[in-house]
């Protein structure tokens, strides 16, 4: 068998969203050439733009199943059935079969496709901005230049982290769907100001480069969170009422709830 790599693999791509484009990206910055690259969309108004903007070329479902050395599967969950009928019958021996689709498991791709050299992601939203934060689990057919094919993709669309699949549905309730929850959070904050006659323009500039600044220095001072939140409460302060109203609220049960929620909804999406 082949080893593949970024540079000279046959990709496919089936499903170019937003999601699939900033994936695209990434794989375009991570080395691989768009000669390479295939891809198949519904619409022929977004495939000719794509075709535009990255120069890669449009493809049936069976050609790049057959030709294709990385498959990845970018669809909506529902739609999957339809793609592993299309694929099965054609896909090429030994190809990686890499899906994008929440809740789906490795065994559901494996007994539709018949293959094992499977790779399951979970990406995040900020994967369009190349900051993202992507879960992988690999099946157990995955061989190790498909492995580190994965590991350097994913690298060019911020950072991974390799788990069991076991844990996929936390770990997707946790960065998955974690960048809403820092939404919601900043359109709190936003509300809050404003509620206090700060007009709405400025708020939303107060609060957002308070975030960043904060998630900047939470990722570069080595620090834990813990300690930046103990650092910034003096006793009986300013802050130290804010976040007293947290704890009697019971902020913290309050997000362990909404994650254990977020992932029950993965598990029945299986």
Same mark, same amino acid.
């Given at each position: 068998?082949?080893? *593949?790599? *970024?540079?000279?693999? $046959?990709?496919? +791509?089936?499903?170019?969203?937003?999601?699939?484009?900033?994936?695209?990206?990434?794989?375009?910055?991570?080395? %691989?050439?768009?000669?390479? *690259? =295939?891809?198949?969309?519904? $619409?022929?108004? /977004?495939?000719?733009?794509?075709?535009?903007?990255?120069? @890669?070329?449009?493809?049936?479902?069976?050609?790049?199943?057959? %030709?294709?050395?990385?498959?990845? *599967?970018?669809?909506?969950?529902?739609?999957?059935?339809?793609?592993?009928?299309? #694929? $099965?019958?054609?896909?090429?021996?030994?190809?990686?079969?890499?899906?994008?689709? %929440?809740?789906? =498991?490795?065994?559901?791709?494996?007994?539709?496709?018949?293959?094992?050299?499977?790779?399951?992601?979970?990406?995040?939203?900020?994967?369009?901005?190349?900051?993202?934060?992507?879960?992988?689990?690999?099946?157990?057919?995955?061989?190790?230049? &498909?492995? !580190?094919?994965?590991?350097?993709?994913?690298?060019?669309?911020?950072?991974?982290?390799?788990?069991?699949?076991?844990?996929?549905?936390? %770990?997707?309730?946790?960065?998955?769907?974690?960048?809403?929850?820092?939404?919601?959070?900043? !359109?709190?904050?936003?509300?809050?100001? #404003?509620?206090?006659?700060?007009?709405?323009?400025?708020?939303? !500039?107060?609060?957002? &480069?308070? @975030?960043?600044?904060?998630?900047?220095?939470?990722? !570069?001072?080595?620090?834990?969170?813990?300690? +930046? /939140?103990?650092?910034?409460?003096?006793?009986?302060?300013?802050?130290?009422?804010?976040?007293? #109203?947290?704890?009697?609220?019971?902020?913290?049960?309050?997000?362990?709830?909404?994650?254990?929620?977020?992932?029950?909804?993965?598990?029945?999406?299986?």
């Amino acid at each position: 068998m082949t080893e *593949i790599n *970024i540079e000279s693999a $046959r990709v496919g +791509l089936i499903g170019v969203g937003n999601m699939g484009e900033a994936l695209l990206v990434a794989l375009l910055k991570a080395g %691989a050439p768009p000669s390479a *690259i =295939k891809f198949a969309v519904r $619409r022929e108004t /977004r495939s000719a733009e794509l075709v535009e903007k990255y120069k @890669i070329t449009p493809a049936s479902i069976t050609d790049m199943a057959q %030709a294709s050395d990385v498959l990845m *599967i970018i669809v909506k969950p529902q739609d999957l059935d339809l793609i592993l009928e299309a #694929v $099965r019958p054609h896909l090429k021996d030994g190809a990686l079969v890499i899906s994008f689709l %929440a809740g789906k =498991k490795i065994a559901t791709l494996s007994a539709g496709l018949n293959s094992k050299a499977i790779a399951r992601v979970m990406p995040n939203t900020p994967t369009l901005v190349g900051a993202g934060m992507s879960i992988v689990s690999y099946g157990a057919g995955i061989r190790s230049d &498909q492995r !580190e094919y994965v590991a350097k993709f994913l690298q060019a669309a911020g950072k991974s982290i390799e788990v069991e699949e076991v844990l996929q549905d936390a %770990a997707a309730a946790t960065s998955g769907s974690g960048p809403a929850y820092f939404f919601a959070f900043v !359109e709190a904050m936003v509300n809050g100001a #404003v509620d206090m006659g700060i007009d709405q323009v400025t708020a939303t !500039e107060l609060v957002v &480069q308070t @975030i960043v600044g904060a998630a900047k220095l939470l990722d !570069e001072s080595g620090k834990s969170a813990t300690t +930046l /939140r103990e650092n910034v409460t003096s006793p009986k302060g300013m802050t130290y009422e804010g976040l007293k #109203v947290f704890s009697e609220g019971g902020l913290n049960d309050l997000v362990v709830r909404a994650m254990n929620a977020a992932a029950e909804r993965s598990k029945g999406m299986a």
